[in-house]
């Protein structure tokens, strides 16, 4: 899952950055590959994800800052900034770091 997410970081990023508003999402298991259910909303600081997500992917607009939000740690997820990818497991609030750009 960590190099999928490394894959469609930089894209994601690119499109925070010309429209201000994350990239969210959950990221599924589809037969040997994943992929990334994105979800929208009229909200530029907050994703609404399905109920039954495990894992999420989501960016931060520039002014959110680098690091993962108080909110972001309901369950398990990854965090694209401009300078890294960051995983969190939702229970220690110590992310690890995926990889740096």
Known sequence: ????????????NSHTKASGHEVCGAIRESDSSYILDITTSNKNYECELPGDTQVYFHTHPINQGLGF????????GYLATPIAIKFQ??????????SSF
């Open 89 to 98: 497991d939702g229970k220690i609030k110590r992310p690890r770091k995926i």
């Open 1 to 12: 899952m960590d190099e999928f997410v490394v894959r469609i970081a930089p894209r994601a």
């Open 69 to 76: 939000s108080a909110g972001d740690y309901i369950r398990p």
